[in-house]
């Protein structure tokens, strides 16, 4: 082999390594970016049901006008608000759930009727 040869072997060689430990990398951190997404759209959700459920509780007659859970309602909207602002990051997942919770409804429905849905 020439000298050239042995360069362009070495220079190859460390290419590809380089290739695909970047591949790897890029795979992984894909992944975990995708399961924060999901946690986060998981996240927003028990915090929408939340507010809805203090809200439902601030409506009772009971409670109606009570000024701490009044704050505590504001204070789940502002939450709701500041969550928002992370939108991008948990629409990533947004429609793998949504199909998933279709599938789950279909299934539900084919239980309760015993009817196959197609």
């Given amino acids: 082999m020439t000298e050239l040869e042995v360069i362009l072997t070495c220079i190859t060689f460390v290419s590809l390594t380089l290739a695909t430990s970047i591949f ?15 946690e986060l759209a998981d996240l927003k959700l028990m ?39 992370f939108e991008f990051i948990y629409s990533l997942t947004q429609e793998e759930q949504e199909f998933t919770e279709e599938d789950e409804n279909e299934e539900e429905g084919e239980e309760r009727t015993g009817i196959e849905l197609e």
């Fill in 47 to 85: 915090i929408d049901s939340f507010a809805n459920h203090v809200e439902q509780i601030y409506n009772l007659e009971m409670y109606y006008g009570d000024e701490t859970l009044e704050h505590l309602i504001e204070h789940s909207r502002s939450f709701i608000e500041q969550l928002s602002t």
């Fill in 24 to 38: 790897l990398y890029a795979r992984t951190a894909i992944s975990k970016l995708l399961y924060v997404s999901g």
